[in-house]
């Protein structure tokens, strides 16, 4: 004779909705105090997800906060803000129209391969003048400082 254990799916389905919730006031930003008004950590919870998710807030965070000292900030938020100005009533009276378009432009683009073409020229000729420079000046300091400058190939 064998004898079947049947699970209380009532206790399961509690847990299951209270570990949903906990996650979903993790994700949202509004974490649930335990007891004595202290955040619950990945101990309490008894979860590695937990850890993971205030792991993912931290370096989030720390993003964030770089991001919004970056230079590039104000110059993206205000082409942001005027493409989304300018891009908004198109994009509701054509939604298919614009993606299309957008597909396309991303088609051409991928298809011309216009990094190469920085790579090639465009990074030599950003370098090259500071690297001349450089030498210049390294070849003018080592023989003025005594310095053995390069050997002397001629023979006598």
């Not at 206790?11 to 105090?33: F, I, M, Y």
């Not at 906060?65 to 908004?88: F, N, R």
């Amino acid at each position: 004779m064998t004898m079947t254990h049947t699970p209380d799916v009532s206790a399961a389905a509690l847990k299951l909705v209270a570990s949903r919730e906990r996650l979903k006031q993790v994700l949202s930003g509004r974490q649930s105090t335990g007891p004595a008004g202290q955040m619950p950590t990945a101990l309490d919870t008894g979860s590695q997800t937990s850890a993971a998710v205030d792991g993912f807030s931290i370096v989030k965070h720390a993003l964030s906060t770089w991001w919004s000292s970056h230079p590039l900030h104000l110059v993206t938020t205000l082409a942001g803000s005027a493409a989304h100005s300018a891009m908004g009533p198109i994009a509701q009276q054509h939604p298919i129209r614009l993606l299309a378009v957008s597909a396309a432009v991303g088609g051409l683009i991928v298809y011309a391969r216009p990094w190469r073409l920085l790579a090639g020229t465009g990074l030599v000729a950003m370098w090259l003048p500071k690297l001349a420079g450089k030498a210049a000046l390294w070849a003018a300091s080592a023989n003025t400082t005594g310095l053995p400058s390069a050997p002397d190939t001629r023979r006598f």
